[in-house]
């Protein structure tokens, strides 16, 4: 049987119908830009997240409740992230001309978007792993963390289509989007 029957289910989506070329990452510089971006927009989800969070809890010190606190803003990130992506863009994504796509160019489950987020933590848990038994200073922890970040980002350029290996493990992939004409 051929993907050029009817009904087949990679010709369902029209992203689906573009050629291998057309769903090429985006340049890491552009991706990391993206990121930094992301962060940035993150302050606000974290911040509204966090007022509520202490709001409702009635939390008078920042040390109450931390542990709390820290899983409902994984929560709430993770229902950020995972609404975004299987609609294909967060904003920075957007701005950014990026999406995400699976495997074959479709678009994203809510499932595959969720375990996304969950192996999008790569990006931090080995260094924050490594750093936890030592009781490092902020100034060690910092470059820890932007050492392995680099290196991970990097590890991109070792992957067959230069994406990052969250998203290879994922099932997932970031291609270039243009701009949707007005």
């Known amino acids: ?34 990121w ?19 709001t409702l809890s009635q939390t008078r010190n920042a040390l109450d409740n931390r542990h709390l606190q ?6 709430v990130l993770g229902i950020y992230f995972t609404w975004f992506w299987s609609r294909g863009q967060t904003l ?21 978007a969720l375990m996304r987020y969950g192996l999008s933590w790569l990006w931090f848990l080995p260094a924050l792993a ?7 200073s902020g100034s060690e922890s910092t470059v820890i963390v932007v050492g392995w970040v680099t290196v991970w980002a990097l590890l991109s350029r070792f992957h067959p289509q230069q994406q990052f290996w969250h998203d290879a493990l994922a099932g997932t992939r970031l291609i270039d989007s243009k701009p949707l004409s007005r």
């Open 70 to 75: 820290q899983a409902f803003l994984f929560i």
């Open 1 to 34: 049987m051929t993907a050029h029957k009817a009904g087949h289910p990679a010709l369902k989506h029209p992203l689906s119908r573009q050629t291998a070329a057309t769903l090429t990452a985006p340049g890491l510089s552009r991706r990391m830009a993206c």
């Open 36 to 54: 930094l971006y992301e962060g940035m927009l993150m302050f606000g989800v974290v911040f509204i997240a966090g007022y509520l969070f202490s």
């Open 130 to 136: 490594g750093i936890f038994p030592f009781k490092l």
């Open 92 to 112: 920075a994504m957007k701005t950014w001309h990026i999406r995400l796509v699976d495997r074959l160019g479709r678009p994203v489950t809510q499932t595959r």
